[in-house]
């Protein structure tokens, strides 16, 4: 109870306040709230604004101000001093979370409205931690000398979740789709992983307009969601969330126009611009994108301020929506300055080249917009807000942009399994901000069975403030020898990218690459010659030749090289070679209009790479690969897609195309066979019988990806069914060797046994379409994303290496 | 009411019985200037302040506080027991020396032009507050020094900005800019470069007579600077002799600060 | 490749130079042509209004392929004395001087960043 009384007060000079009552703050102190000069009046006024000043204080429980002979009596009761504060029964939310947010701090001053809001704080915190029964208690415990301790008593109660989240009136999207829409998620077995399923009414609220935004989108322009009401079920220890939709109609577009009452806009070449075509579904979000590129279209023919409006007038039999974009005069106004606040990390210019607008060009909404756009696409901040004040004139604008960093370091350890390249383990460390200056580094080094590597990336965005990305890469990679490739090859190198955005799908990334490659292959898979085998040298002959005299023992051979195994000779003449210098120029184009990059419903995205080896360096190929994928949505959930991969490898310049250079056939193209599984195969019997590649393949493979509906939907499982085919043909490599006298030869094929030399060539080359289908299971797993692939073969060769169960996925933590 | 001590159970409760407050403080002291560990000084003077809240050594080692977590680069908490000073004891003697240890605390913390200055606005705030209210403190001078920096540092962002609109061939943007500084921030080291950089925009824009006024006044206040010699070269490489009309508005911006 | 033309600054309305007679009031002249880009007073004061077109072929950097500066001229009591336009070719061709001053202030190098980063994990 905080009582002040004021008398009026006859004018008194400073000296004759006396101070009564105060034990902590010295009287002067006091006195100095007066503001009165010496020898000034003191009227009531200078008194009020002296209590009104005491109390800001926060030091004080109640002032008194009274006159006395004279003089004027201050008498206060100070607040207690708060000497420890404390928090009991808080599991969930630890002290400091806790003390960071309130006001009563040790040696702050205590006071009851104080320890009243601080209470209501607290409940607020464990309430936006999904936490909805708590009761917080606050006690208070006097202490000697005026001093108090404050200790708050939690009595958390249970966690609050969404037991179940029902849809009613939703005729057009099944539950499972519109689950997939709203943000909340309903509490199940692996709830404590997330934590989207805590119950917020915010987010109920925002689910609410995200599910009106989803059918907006999807053609129902008369969508309204009634109601969202989340009723707490005890039994279920949780909240049940029924969100009532009326669906209306599904409109398709009418009659699209524009109407410009600016003068000399050439309209027809705007139309091209539009995003809204008659016939197709009403698309909200494409008006408003259609709004936005008329916007920017126009201000670059030099009418910045005309100003864009849709109007929708719907003709409700005909479930049409006739769409007129309105083009006025708007009004005219200049920036006068963008201020860029709260970049505590990132330079100013990293934000400020995101404006495709300056200080002294004319406002124009959509660039701003688009602007604001970029610069949260940047990922560097946790928020960005951009908000307009009036300039010095009507006509200016002062644009202020807020930010708020983040941390964008990244530190992560990843681990996988597959069945081709069996455990890989991977630790990286990278920056997306890197000193402020918005380059991008990253540094990475992978450990697994087959494969050994690191790499180091630096990335710059704007080359010379240009739009133009920068890339260079320097890494090394060994894939020991295994039963997919009997010899090991270690790359080293580097490469020098340029990223160039020709719109926004198409762009270009021409690139340079070096680097050094050398086989390795152990001596046992490389100790056959027919020539001059000799046992003291390790060389042996083969079993036809076993006969010959050893020149070391004098007797025939008793060992024939095959016996220890034996590689191709095309990759121990690759070995003979010695490590090559490969140094090729190349490009990616790229066209991409997929709807989402990591799991995509609908779009095309087409790769072209062309590589070409042989500026400097010690080969000399053109390596072509094509990889198409279209994405399209056949029936609600259910995503079809079709891949067609194809490539072409030529040596040039005289010289044939290395063993290493060509395609090798593996689950890539045609699921079903192991790595380097299938395509033309050195098959001369007793060897380790390398696969060799081919100069040419191409491959279709078909797949329908479907939500597993009987499972909890956030389990997030996909059931895919696929078929694939593909053919990898003409081998260019090598297929004897004369030094050696060796020759490649078929199983049933006549060895002759005097001439080695004399043997005609023979490697397993069917010209064979492989196919085959199956089925696959993906699952979003909380640890990461994991598939499981059955695949069939349904024609293959006979030497082709099959592997049905195919097993991939990794996580991140 | 007994000590509650073994309710809480937690440590901070058995120091045992309270200190003399003087005996806690030169405790601290000792450790801050002999020992050099600002940090175990810091626990010393909030024992003092929450054993004695009364007491005048509760006054002195609040001040102590606000310099050790400033010693120790602790801004935000040297800021925050440095505040509460300023509230607490607006008429002690050592008040000017807490406001000023609020804008220390702010400048140390100014970091490069390309980036947010909101550090550099607060710390000139609160040192002016020190020469606005302690004008005769040993403190005002070293406050005023601080401020110059700042301001210095305010007038370089301008500069950065200014300079990247005009590579961008932006000459409304750089213009007004370089106005800026050379308006507002006429007394720091940037006002040379500022105007030799308007007579470059102008000369660009091919508005000779501004780019004449602008090298005029630079030469007339700075004639020395190695600025004014880059403007004179560029005036005079296109053919005409810098001269200053009295009534363009940089000469009678410098004539409001007595400079022009 | 496709170009594309941008307006860059101050937008000149139609017809708008024909509404500004010589002896015109300052207001006038502010109510037509609005505030300026910039103000420069040469005796009396002076209006410019700064308005650039620009090319620019996809990623190659954006250039000035056309300029035009209205300058507006008042008398000593404000009254339009004459009329100006600079085109792109008055504009001299020189490159800036490269020299800038020096600035103070915590520089973030590479260790302070590493130390600040390793903080936020």
Redesign the interface.
């Known amino acids: 109870a905080v009582t002040v009384s004021v008398t009026p007060v006859l004018a008194q000079s400073a000296s004759q306040i006396v101070v009564e009552g105060n034990r902590r703050v010295e009287a002067d102190t006091i006195r100095s709230y007066f503001r009165v000069g010496p020898g000034e009046r003191l009227d009531a006024a200078k008194i009020d604004e002296a209590l009104k000043a005491l109390y800001a204080t926060g030091l004080f429980q109640d002032v008194r101000i009274t006159p006395s002979g004279g003089r004027i009596v201050v008498s206060v009761v100070e607040n207690q001093v708060l000497n420890r504060v404390a928090f009991e029964g808080n599991r969930k939310l630890k002290d400091e979370q806790i003390s960071t947010e309130i006001q009563s701090k040790p040696r702050g001053t205590f006071s009851r409205a104080l320890v009243q809001s601080d209470t209501q704080r607290i409940v607020e915190i464990y309430q936006r931690s999904g936490r909805y029964d708590v009761r917080v208690e606050p006690k208070v415990i006097e202490l000697p000398n005026g001093r108090v301790d404050l200790v708050f008593e939690v009595d958390e109660g249970g966690k609050t979740g969404v037991a179940k989240i029902v849809f009613v009136g939703n005729k057009a999207f099944s539950d499972w789709r519109l689950k997939d829409v709203v943000k909340t998620g309903e509490t199940n077995l692996l709830s404590w992983l997330k934590s989207n399923d805590i119950f917020d009414p915010d987010r109920v609220e925002v689910d609410r307009d995200l599910i009106r935004r989803f059918y907006l989108r999807s053609g129902y322009a008369d969508v309204r969601v009634v109601s969202a009401i989340s009723e707490y079920d005890p039994s279920r220890k949780g909240f049940i969330i029924t969100f009532t939709i009326d669906e209306g109609d599904r409109y398709k577009f009418g009659n699209v126009d524009i109407q410009s009452t600016v003068r000399n806009i050439d309209v027809e070449r705007l139309r091209a611009r539009l995003k809204t075509k008659p016939g197709g579904i009403y698309n909200a979000d494409a008006v408003e994108k259609s709004v936005e590129d008329l916007t920017i279209e126009v201000s670059k023919l030099g009418y910045p301020f005309a100003s864009i409006r849709p109007r929708g007038d719907r003709d409700f039999n005909a479930r049409l929506v006739n769409v007129v974009y309105v083009m006025e005069e708007g009004q005219r106004a200049y920036i006068e300055r963008i201020n860029i606040r709260g970049n505590t990390r990132t330079r100013d210019y990293v934000i400020r080249r995101e404006f495709d607008i300056v200080e002294g060009d004319a406002y124009n909404r959509a660039l701003v917009d688009r602007a604001e756009r970029r610069i949260k696409n940047l990922n560097y901040f946790k928020n960005v807000r951009i908000t307009n004040e009036p300039g010095s004139a009507p006509d200016r604008v002062v644009i202020n942009v807020d930010v708020e960093e983040q941390a964008t370091g990244e530190f992560s350890v990843s681990g996988g399994y597959s069945t081709a390249d069996g455990f890989v383990g991977e630790v990286s460390v990278g920056e997306r901000n890197l000193l402020g200056r918005g380059h991008v580094a990253r540094a990475s080094l992978t450990y697994g069975t087959r494969t050994r590597g690191f790499e180091l990336s630096f990335v710059e965005p704007y080359l010379m403030g240009q739009r133009l990305a920068l890339g260079v890469d320097v890494f090394g990679k060994e894939t020991t020898s295994s039963s997919y490739y009997s010899y090991t090859s270690s790359t080293v190198g580097g490469s020098l990218k340029l990223g160039i955005p020709i719109t926004d799908n198409f762009s270009i990334q021409p690139r340079y690459t070096a680097y050094r490659q050398e086989i390795k292959l152990d001596q046992a898979y490389n100790n056959c010659n027919n020539i001059n085998p000799n046992s003291a040298a390790g060389y042996y002959p083969t079993p036809q030749f076993q006969g010959i005299t050893d020149p070391a023992t004098g007797q025939p051979f008793t060992f024939n090289c095959y016996q220890d195994g034996e590689a191709s000779l095309a990759v121990r003449r690759e070995l003979a070679n010695g490590p090559v210098f490969v140094s090729s120029v190349g490009s990616t184009f790229s066209f991409n209009t997929l709807d989402n990059n990591k799991n995509p419903t609908n779009g095309l995205i087409v790769t072209l790479n062309e590589d070409f080896a042989g500026v400097g360096g010690d080969v000399n190929y053109s390596k072509t690969t094509l990889d198409t994928r279209l994405y399209n949505e056949i029936l609600p959930d259910v995503v079809g897609s079709i891949r067609i991969q194809g490539g072409y490898a030529t040596g040039w310049g005289g010289s044939d195309l290395r063993m290493l250079d060509h395609f090798q056939g593996g689950p890539n193209l045609v699921r079903g066979f192991q790595t380097a599984g299938w395509g033309p195969r050195d098959i001369t019997p007793g060897t380790n019988q390398d696969a060799l590649g081919g100069s040419m393949y191409w491959a279709v493979n078909l797949e329908v990806q479907t939500p597993l509906f009987f499972a909890p939907k956030d389990f997030g499982m996909k059931i895919a069914f696929f078929a694939d085919a593909g053919q990898l043909s003409d081998y260019k490599g090598p297929t004897s060797w004369a030094e050696r006298g060796l020759v490649m030869t078929c199983p049933n094929q006549a060895i002759n046994t005097t001439n080695p030399m004399a043997n005609v060539p023979c490697y397993g080359d069917e010209n064979l379409v492989r196919s085959s289908v199956g089925v696959g299971l993906i699952w979003a797993s909380p640890f990461g994303p994991l598939r499981f692939d059955l695949a069939y073969p349904i024609t293959y060769a006979d030497y082709d290496k099959k592997q049905i169960f195919r097993f991939g996925g990794g996580t991140k933590f | 009411?007994s000590?509650?001590g073994s309710l809480?159970g937690?440590k901070?409760?058995d120091l045992g019985p309270d200190l003399p407050a003087d005996k806690l403080y030169n405790e601290g002291v000792f450790l801050l200037n002999e020992k050099g560990s600002p940090k175990e000084a810091v626990k010393k003077f909030?024992e003092v302040?929450?054993q004695h809240?009364?007491s005048d050594w509760?006054r002195k080692s609040l001040l102590m506080t606000a310099y050790s977590y400033y010693e120790t680069q602790q801004y935000e908490d040297a800021i925050g027991a440095a505040k509460r000073y300023v509230?607490?004891?607006?008429?002690?003697p050592d008040v000017a020396y807490a406001q000023y240890l609020i804008g220390a605390s702010y400048y140390d913390?100014?970091?490069?032009?390309?980036?947010?200055q909101?550090r550099t606005e607060r710390a000139i705030q609160s040192l002016e507050e020190v020469i606005r209210k302690y004008p005769t403190s040993e403190y005002a001078a070293q406050a005023r020094k601080k401020i110059e920096?700042g301001r210095?540092?305010l007038a370089?962002?301008e500069?950065?900005?200014a300079?990247?609109?005009?590579?961008?061939?932006?000459?409304?943007?750089a213009?007004?800019?370089f106005?800026v500084v050379v308006t507002q921030y006429q007394t720091t080291?940037?006002v040379?470069?500022a105007l030799?950089?308007l007579t470059?925009c102008y000369?660009?824009?091919?508005?000779v007579?501004?780019a004449q006024?602008a090298a005029a006044v630079l030469g007339h206040n700075f004639p020395d600077s190695?600025?004014y010699k880059?403007a004179y070269n560029?005036v005079r490489?296109?053919g005409l002799e810098p001269s200053e009309?009295k009534?363009?508005?940089i000469s009678?911006a410098f004539k409001k600060v007595g400079l022009g | 490749c496709i170009t594309q033309t941008y307006q860059r600054g101050y937008i000149v309305p139609e017809g708008a130079l024909e509404q500004i007679p010589l002896g015109a009031s300052q207001e006038q002249v502010l109510i037509v042509l609005g505030t300026p880009s910039t103000v420069a007073t040469v005796s009396g004061e002076v209006f410019y209004y700064i308005s650039q077109r620009a090319e620019q072929t996809s990623f190659l950097p954006q250039t000035e392929v056309d300029r035009r500066v209205i300058a507006v001229y008042f008398d000593r009591n404000k009254k339009v004395e004459r009329l100006a336009n600079y085109g792109i070719k008055d504009g001299r061709i020189f490159d800036f001087v490269s020299r800038s001053t020096p600035t103070t202030g915590q520089e973030l190098n590479y260790v302070s960043y590493l130390f600040k980063a390793l903080k936020w994990f």
């Open positions: 009411c000590s509650l809480f937690d901070d409760d909030e302040d929450r809240p009364y509760a509230s607490m004891h607006p008429g002690s913390q100014i970091p490069d032009v390309t980036r947010d909101t920096v210095d540092h370089a962002k500069m950065t900005v300079r990247y609109y005009m590579e961008k061939k932006n000459f409304i943007g213009i007004n800019r106005k080291r940037h040379e470069e030799m950089r470059e000369m660009m824009l091919g508005i007579a501004e006024t190695p600025w880059d560029l490489g296109g009309n009534g363009s508005w009678r």
